[in-house]
């Protein structure tokens, strides 16, 4: 290559300014039901992984230019990682005589386009598209359709861009550019589930949200969600169905606890969202349901601890201690079955004639 050219080279790359960004969206922005009767912890979902960039390491019959152009993108001052992707050959026509192809460079959200021949001997800058993309670490570039695409994704977000432009042989035309927010659609369609009331078309969705705890309904819908789980396994167990009820249950808790932690925590997560919280009322009843539907179930050795939790929070709920001491009894400790039983009749006062046959049974 000529120092002329090279000369050239440098100066064209020399407008390339390529950063990551730093644009963030703004995040989009109870019915109390009746205690059951006295007879989790999900892991957080991990983002998934960005579209890796459509060019790494140069090869074949485009490396000789794609060497050039990052040889001198690195004598710019840019890190060797940070222009892998930064030269994109483009399958387009027409290409300007002297030239063999087209290429494309993204910088300072850009979309530049060189007209190349094999080795980089000759390098021509033919036009550029403004405010193409979002972002230059999340980012594509290829051909369809005879168009050129460009997809890019905003930091810490599913929030995207996709860009479509055409070449005429003279300039670059913006075709159409469209945005889109998987991420925020998810979290709307699962909002308006839980107003429907429609818990079990509600249950499947979620597993795989990019970078769920950057938006509003992230830390909004664990609360409705339980309070809506919690109606719906107390019509299931009324009807019969105890292990519905826990299935029910069972997924309310766990879409809570993966937000903020087990349920009466003293150290919630995001403790700064409390009015996003059930009150600890709230919590000690539906902990003590959910212990309700394990024991129904049969595993009272799942539901002991979660009503050893409840009962120092509400001291007063009579069923709590009801519930801790069919549980006990179950599990062989008859001693403490009984000690929760005299405090279940104690709360009941004048209306421990209300209680089961078998407490004052097994009080005996």
Not at 235 to 260: C, H, I, P, S
Request: include cysteine; charge should be neutral; aromatic fraction near 8%.
């Amino acid at each position: 290559m000529t120092a002329k050219t090279l000369a050239l080279l440098l100066m064209l790359t020399s407008l390339l300014v390529a950063c990551t960004g730093s644009r963030h969206p703004t995040p989009a922005a109870s019915q109390a039901v009746p205690e059951a009767g006295a007879n989790s912890q999900a892991s957080s979902p991990q983002p998934a992984p960005a579209p890796q960039p459509v060019a790494p390491a140069p090869s074949g019959e485009n490396a000789p230019l794609a060497n050039v152009i990052r040889a001198a993108l690195i004598d710019q001052g840019f890190p060797p990682d940070a222009v892998s992707y930064q030269v994109v050959p483009l399958p387009l026509t027409p290409v300007p005589e002297g030239y063999t192809q087209l290429v494309a460079t993204a910088a300072d959200y850009k979309l530049f386009l060189f007209a190349a021949n094999a080795d980089g001997a000759k390098l021509k800058l033919l036009d550029k598209l403004d405010d193409a993309m979002i972002n230059m670490a999340k980012l594509q570039i290829s051909v369809q359709g005879g168009q050129i695409s460009m997809w890019s994704q905003q930091p810490v977000s599913a929030f995207e861009v996709r860009t479509i432009a055409s070449w005429d042989g003279s300039k670059l035309k913006l075709v159409r550019k469209t945005t889109a927010d998987p991420s925020q659609d998810l979290f709307t369609r699962k909002a308006e589930l839980v107003k429907k009331g429609d818990l079990e078309a509600l249950m499947p969705l979620g597993k795989d949200i990019l970078y769920p705890d950057r938006y509003r309904e992230y830390y909004t819908l664990p609360k409705p969600i339980l309070e809506l789980a919690h109606q719906k396994a107390l019509e299931r167990y009324r009807a019969g169905n105890a292990a519905e009820a826990l299935r029910l249950m069972r997924f309310g808790v766990d879409q809570y606890t993966l937000v903020y932690g087990d349920l009466l925590s003293d150290t919630p997560r995001y403790a700064d969202h409390k009015p996003d919280m059930p009150a600890r009322d709230e919590q000690a009843e539906m902990l003590n349901d959910f212990a309700f539907f394990l024991a129904e179930t049969g595993d009272d050795k799942a539901a002991e601890p979660l009503l050893l939790r409840v009962v120092p929070a509400a001291p007063d709920r009579a069923v709590a201690y009801l519930n801790l001491g069919d549980v006990s009894w179950n599990l062989g400790k008859l001693d403490e079955a009984r000690r929760y039983y005299q405090r279940y009749l104690n709360l009941l006062g004048a209306n421990r004639s209300a209680a089961p046959q078998r407490v004052s049974e097994r009080l005996k």
